[in-house]
C-alpha cells in the first residue's frame, strides 16, 4: 500500500473516531460526577436518527445536531432524575433506556431509511491544511472533528486545571467531602448528567450527517458503539486524554480490519468486522488485571525481580474508579 | 470566637440523639467532649459545623445567633470541622484538595496556594509535601492537611472527632501541640473524644454527653473516677484478665514473609499456642496487616510457611482457614465485616450452618433475639447493620463467630469503641481464649496491646522484632520501640548477628 494511501486512511481514522471522542467525554464527565449512564448506546442510535430526520425535514444541519444533542440531554435527565431524585438504580434504569431508545430509533426511523440528506462539508483549514501530513491528517477535515479535538483539550482543561473540576473530581470521589467543599453534590450530578448526555447526544448526528451519512436502521452499524465508548471511560481511567486516545486506537483497528480484509480472504468478512470488539474487551482486561487476586497470588509466585518489574508494568495500566461512582449522596 | 449552643434537639426518625443540649465554650478554650457510643456527640458537632440542621435550638457566636445553609456556609462564619475519617479526596494530591473548594476564579493560583500551604504547616512542624497524593499519606498527616486548610479558610473554631484513632503516638503529641497552640492564639477547639487520658492531658474542660443529654461539665483538674461515672451512668473497673493457661500450638509461622511496593518483612518465626494472645503493634502501615493477613490465607506470602492445627497451610486461601475453624475480622467492620443492607436477622441466620433452602422467619427472629441479648446489642432483629453504632456493630461480629473457633484473627478490636465497649469486647474474647481459642490481632492502642496481649510483636522500618513478653514492657517502652527507639536490640534480625549489648542511648 502507498503512503498516500495509508495517510488517507489515517485521516480517515481520525474522523471516524470522531464520534466515538464524543461520546467517551460525554460518559467521562458523567462518571466523574459520580453517575453512571448506562444508555449511551441507545442515545447514539436514537440521536442519530432524530438528527439525521430533523436535518432532511427542515434542511437545516445546525438543527439537526441541536436535536441530536437535546435527544441526548433528555435520556441523560431521565438517568439522572430516576437515579438522583427518585433513589432508583442508575445501572438498571440505564440498561433499560439503551434498549428502548435503541428499539425506538429503528420504530420512529423506519419511513426515513435509505433517504439522501444533507452532509455535514469538509472544511480544509487554510494554511494549516497545506502543512505535509499533518496537515492531511489533522487539518482536512469537517468542523466536528475539529470541535472533537478542541474538546479533548477543554475537557481536560476543566477537570484538572480549574476550581470547579477540582470539585467535579471530588464528586465522584467522595461527594461528603465535596459537600462539605461547598458543592451542591445533587444539583452538579445532575448538571454533569445531563451535559454529558448532550455530547453523547452530539454523537449521533456526527454519524448520521457525517461520518457514516444517512439512517439505515437496523444496519447503520453503530449500534455497538455506544458500549465501546462506556468501556473506553473505564480504559481511560476517567481522563479525557486517556479516554480519547482509547478512541482513536478502537477506530484504528476498525480500519485496520477493512485493510487487512483483501489480505486474509479465508476469513468472514464479518469477523473482522466485529474484531474490534473483543480487542477492546482485551485492552479493558489488561487494566483491571493487576487488581486480580489471582493475579496478585501468581506475581507473589515469581522471582523478586520479575514481579516487581511486572507489577510496575499492571499499576502504570491499572485504572480506579471513581470511589463514590455510582453511589447515592444523602446530605443529611 | 465564643460558641454557645442552646436547647439543641435532633431526632432521627424515633431516634431522640441530642435532647436539649446547652454548652458554653469561651474563646481560647480546648474544650473536651466526652460519651460513650451512641451518645449524640457526632450529631452535636455537626449541627455546630452545618453538615445537618437541629430540630430545635440556637447557636450563637460571640453572642450572634446564627444559622448555618451548609458546612461551607459555617466554615466562612468562623467554624470547621474534621471528621473521624478525613473528609478529603484520596486519589487527587495534597495541593489540589488543600484548593478544593477555596473560593476564587475559574483557574486557583496554585502558587499562593502552596506558599500558604507550606508557610501554615511550617508553623505547626507538619511536614506535607504538597505534590504527594494523598492515598500515600497517614490519617495522621491527612489531619494535618485538613487542619492547615481548614486555618487558611479561616477557621476560628475548630472541631476535632475523635481525631487519635489510627494515629502515631508521635502524631499525636504533635497534633496535641498543634491544638494547645491554636488555642494559645486565642481559637476555640472541640475535642470530640472517647479516651480519658487525652482529656486529661489536652482539654482545659470538658462536657460529658449521655444518651443525647448533658450529664455534666467539668474543668482540670479532673476527677477521673467521677468522669466516667458520668459518662456510663456507672462505675466501672478496670480489673487485669486473670492469666489462661496455654495449650498446643495452634499456628506456627516459619520465616513468613509478606511484601508490597515498599516494605519487605522477612523471618518472622512465632508459634501461638491455644488460649494465647499476640498483638502486632506498629505505626499504620508497617506491615502488620500484610501478616496478619498473610498469617490468615487472604494474601500469600512470598516466603515461609503457614501451619495452622498441625496442618500446612502454606498458600492456601482464606476459606480453608475458615473451614479449619479461624475467623478474620477486619478493621473496617462495615465494607469487609458486614452486609450493610442486612439485618442483625440476616446476619445471625447467615452465620448458622444452613439446613434447608428456604429461610425460617420464626427460627431467624429467634436466633436474633439470642445473639441480642448474648451480646447486648442495642438494636432489634429487624434492625439494619449499617444503622448500629461502631461498638453494636463489634458486638455483632462477635455474635456471629462460630462456638468453636481456634484462632480469630483481628484488626483493632476496639477501633472507636466506648470504654464499657472495650472492657465487654475483650472480655468476651478472654473467655474463648479460656476454652482455647488463640487470638492474633493488631492494634494501635498501646493499652489494648499491653493489657491483653500475652507477647507482642513490635513493627517498624519494614523490620519485625521477636515476640516480646508483654509483661517485660510498658505503654513508654512499647512507645519508644514503635518509633524505632532502641528497635535494633530486638528486631528478629538481631539474634543471628553476635550480641553487642550496647548501652542503652
Ligand atoms: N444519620 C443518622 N440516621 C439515623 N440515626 C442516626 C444518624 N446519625 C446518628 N444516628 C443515631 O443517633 C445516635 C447518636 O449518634 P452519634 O453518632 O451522634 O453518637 P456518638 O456519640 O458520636 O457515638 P460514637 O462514639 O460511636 O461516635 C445514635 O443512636 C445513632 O445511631
Ligand atoms: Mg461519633
Known amino acids: 500500500m502507498s503512503w498516500d494511501l495509508i495517510l488517507t486512511g489515517l485521516a480517515g481514522v481520525v474522523a471516524m473516531a470522531t464520534p466515538v471522542v464524543f461520546a467517551t467525554l460525554g460518559e467521562t464527565l458523567t462518571e466523574r460526577a459520580g453517575v453512571i449512564n448506562l444508555s449511551v448506546n441507545g442515545t447514539i442510535l436514537l440521536s442519530a436518527m432524530g438528527g439525521f430526520v430533523a436535518a432532511l425535514t427542515t434542511g437545516s444541519l445546525w438543527l439537526g445536531f441541536l436535536v441530536g444533542m437535546l435527544i441526548g440531554g433528555a435520556v441523560a435527565f431521565l438517568v439522572a432524575f430516576t437515579s438522583l431524585t427518585l433513589k432508583q438504580s442508575q445501572v438498571a434504569v440505564g440498561f433499560v433506556l439503551a434498549l428502548f431508545t435503541r428499539d425506538l430509533s429503528y420504530y420512529l426511523g423506519n419511513p426515513f431509511v435509505g433517504k439522501q440528506g444533507p452532509r455535514v462539508p469538509v472544511m480544509p483549514i487554510p494554511g494549516l491544511s497545506k502543512i505535509p501530513v499533518l496537515g492531511e491528517l489533522l487539518f482536512d477535515h469537517d468542523p466536528l472533528t475539529y470541535l472533537s479535538i478542541v474538546l479533548i483539550f477543554v475537557t481536560w482543561f476543566w477537570v484538572y486545571k480549574t476550581r470547579p473540576g477540582l470539585i467535579l473530581q471530588g464528586l465522584g470521589e467522595r461527594p461528603a467531602a465535596a459537600y462539605a467543599r461547598g458543592a451542591n453534590v445533587r444539583l452538579q450530578r445532575f448538571i454533569y448528567t445531563v451535559l454529558g448526555g448532550m455530547l453523547v447526544g452530539l454523537a449521533g448526528p456526527t454519524y448520521s450527517l457525517s461520518v457514516k451519512a444517512g439512517w439505515k436502521g437496523t444496519i447503520s452499524g453503530l449500534d455497538g458503539i455506544g458500549w465501546i465508548a462506556l468501556a473506553l471511560t473505564i480504559f481511560g481511567a476517567w481522563n479525557p486524554l486517556r479516554g480519547a486516545a482509547g478512541a482513536y486506537m478502537f477506530a484504528l483497528l476498525q480500519w485496520l480490519s477493512l485493510v487487512v480484509q483483501p489480505y486474509l480472504p479465508g476469513v468472514p468478512t464479518q469477523v473482522l468486522q466485529v474484531a474490534p470488539f473483543p480487542l477492546m474487551i482485551l485492552t479493558l482486561l489488561l487494566v483491571n488485571i493487576g487488581n486480580t487476586e489471582w493475579m496478585k497470588r501468581t506475581l507473589a509466585g515469581l522471582p523478586p525481580d520479575a514481579r516487581h518489574f511486572i507489577s510496575r508494568i499492571l499499576r502504570a495500566l491499572q485504572v480506579t474508579p471513581p470511589a463514590g461512582l455510582g453511589r447515592a449522596f444523602e446530605e443529611e | ?505
Open chain 2, 1 to 505: 470566637m465564643q460558641v454557645e449552643l442552646r436547647d439543641i434537639h435532633k431526632f432521627f426518625g424515633p431516634v431522640h440523639a441530642n435532647r436539649g443540649i446547652t454548652l458554653t465554650i469561651p474563646a481560647g478554650t480546648i474544650q473536651g467532649l466526652l460519651g460513650e457510643n451512641g451518645a449524640g456527640k457526632s450529631t452535636l458537632m455537626k449541627i455546630l459545623s452545618g453538615f445537618i440542621r437541629p430540630d430545635r435550638g440556637e447557636i450563637r457566636l460571640d453572642g450572634r445567633p446564627v444559622s448555618f445553609r451548609s458546612p461551607a456556609d459555617a466554615l466562612r462564619q468562623g467554624i470547621g470541622m474534621l471528621h473521624q475519617d478525613p473528609l478529603d479526596f484520596p486519589p487527587m494530591r495534597v495541593l489540589d484538595n488543600f484548593v478544593a473548594g477555596s473560593p476564587g476564579g475559574l483557574l486557583p493560583d496554585k502558587e499562593d496556594a502552596r506558599q500558604a500551604l507550606l508557610s501554615i504547616s511550617q508553623q505547626f512542624g507538619f511536614s506535607l509535601d504538597p505534590d504527594a497524593y494523598v492515598d500515600t499519606l497517614t490519617v495522621g498527616e491527612r489531619q494535618q492537611l485538613e487542619i492547615v486548610r481548614l486555618l487558611w479558610l479561616g477557621a476560628r473554631v475548630l472541631i476535632f472527632d475523635e481525631p487519635t484513632t489510627g494515629i502515631s503516638a508521635q502524631q499525636r503529641e504533635k497534633l496535641f501541640a498543634a491544638l494547645r497552640r491554636l488555642a494559645d492564639e486565642g481559637r476555640t477547639i472541640i475535642f470530640v473524644t472517647h479516651k480519658l487520658e487525652e482529656v486529661q492531658a489536652l482539654c482545659h474542660r470538658v462536657a460529658v454527653l449521655r444518651s443525647g443529654e448533658l450529664v455534666g461539665e467539668a474543668q482540670a483538674p479532673y476527677d477521673l473516677d467521677r468522669l466516667v461515672e458520668m459518662m456510663f451512668g456507672k462505675v466501672i473497673t478496670v480489673g487485669r484478665a486473670e492469666p489462661v493457661p496455654l495449650g498446643e500450638p495452634v499456628l506456627e509461622l516459619r520465616d513468613l514473609a509478606v511484601e508490597d511496593h515498599r516494605l519487605h518483612i522477612r523471618g518472622v518465626t512465632l508459634d501461638i499456642r491455644a488460649g494465647e494472645v499476640i498483638g502486632l503493634a506498629g505505626m499504620e502501615g508497617s506491615g502488620q496487616r500484610r501478616l496478619l493477613r498473610a498469617a490468615a490465607g487472604l494474601i500469600r506470602p512470598t516466603g515461609g510457611t503457614v501451619r495452622f492445627l498441625g496442618q500446612d497451610m502454606t498458600g492456601r486461601p482464606y476459606l480453608d482457614f475458615h473451614k479449619a475453624g479461624a475467623t478474620y475480622i477486619p478493621a473496617d467492620r462495615m465494607t469487609e465485616g458486614l452486609f450493610p443492607d442486612l439485618t442483625i436477622a440476616e446476619h445471625v441466620a447467615l452465620a448458622r450452618e444452613q439446613t434447608g433452602f428456604l429461610l425460617n422467619a420464626e427460627q431467624m427472629r429467634a436466633w436474633a433475639q439470642e445473639a441480642i441479648e448474648n451480646f447486648s446489642i442495642r438494636g432489634r432483629p429487624e434492625t439494619p447493620a449499617r444503622a448500629l453504632s461502631g461498638g453494636n456493630q463489634q458486638r455483632l461480629l462477635l455474635a456471629l463467630m462460630r462456638p468453636d473457633l481456634r484462632l480469630i484473627f483481628m484488626e483493632h478490636p476496639t477501633r472507636g469503641l466506648d470504654l464499657e465497649s472495650a472492657l465487654w469486647i475483650w472480655r468476651k474474647l478472654k473467655d474463648r481464649c479460656r476454652k482455647g481459642t488463640a487470638i492474633f490481632f493488631m492494634s494501635s492502642d498501646l493499652e489494648e496491646l499491653l493489657n491483653y496481649s500475652d507477647r507482642v510483636l513490635v513493627f517498624f522500618g519494614g523490620r519485625v522484632s521477636r515476640p516480646l513478653p508483654a509483661e517485660e514492657l510498658d505503654v513508654e517502652r512499647l512507645g519508644q520501640l514503635i518509633g524505632g527507639y532502641g528497635f535494633d536490640r530486638v528486631a528478629n534480625d538481631a539474634i543471628t548477628e553476635p550480641q553487642t549489648e550496647g548501652k542503652a542511648a
